[in-house]
């Protein structure tokens, strides 16, 4: 006797998924679109001031950043139980990073949920690596910039001193117990089944160290950008480049109304890189980054995705719209 999935026919609850996932993708293009045609003439007029040479270094920096956090992400996904290829974890995880381009800041992990359940990643398992992996990150993110500004400039963190108090909180969520049966309390509540296998500390240091090279890979390209202007001392300029580009990406996720920090993170890089930039070179830094990384997310998905090895067979979660049969086999030669 052996198992098999048995097809049957399409309900309207996956046919509305179907549209769902169509949809996103196409406000997702939509408003990184308009987001490089709004800002194209401003990002013309700081490319011409900063230079090319800049902007050609800091773009392998940033793919290699972004490549990086999906290890992460696939580290944690490991840890709880479900292993995914490098190019199905890079499938799942280019593709819902696209989601931080809407309002809202909720889109990537509902966007993981959904393109994790077809690697046959159960539901609640890729919510709870979506939460998990943020808040490491904002973790992480957070000591780099915590550890690194005062090299710099001392006064740098003097309007966020209350981000540099998040760091032990966050400390406190990483441990197992904690986020898992906080977790668990959100499941239950929304009658959904509660997840039974803890992250383990090995585990969590991996992929610690996979986020930590990350921000440091991320810190550098907006370093890069730094040294685009004339005048720059590049030893003072790294911890003021690297720790503020942390600290402004991590306030900026933390300001969730806005699609991926916009404007929050401005605020937050100037106050860093204030005593070495003036306040049009700020804006410039950013405003290239900004295309840069949206290009760069846009990039990879398509990478991903146009790598994926098609099958004849799906390999979503069996839900409503499947179910497992027994199909008896016979032994070769007919005999019984």
Known sequence: MTRVAESVPQTPSRGLRTWLKIGFGVAVVIAAV??????????????????????LASLPLAFAACVTWMFAWRALLADLGHQLNV??????FFASQLGKYLPGSVWT??????????????RATSFAVGVLALVLSLAVGIIVAVG????????????FWW??????LMF?????????????????????TPITTYPTWPGMLRATVWQTVGWL?????CYALVLGFEGQEALRTLPLAVGGFALAFCVGVLFIPAPAGAGIREVALGLALATVLTQP???????VSRVLLVAVDCALAALWWAGRRPTGVTGAVPDEGEREVTVPVEPAGGEK
């Open 34 to 55: 308009a987001y490089v045609v709004r800002e194209w003439n401003d990002f013309s007029s700081a490319l011409t001031e900063m230079g090319l040479v800049p902007v």
């Open 281 to 287: 070179q700020v804006a410039a830094v950013v405003l």
């Open 163 to 168: 981000i540099g108090l998040a760091a032990p």
């Open 217 to 221: 890979l991320m810190g550098l390209h």
């Open 148 to 159: 690194l500004l005062p090299f710099g400039a001392g006064d740098a963190l003097a309007d």
């Open 109 to 122: 992990l509902v966007a993981q949920v959904e393109l994790g359940r077809e690697a046959r990643v159960p």
């Open 172 to 192: 406190v969520f990483l441990h197992p117990k904690v986020t898992v049966g906080l977790l668990n309390r959100v499941l239950r509540l929304a009658r959904r």
């Open 87 to 92: 190019r199905e974890a890079g499938r799942v």
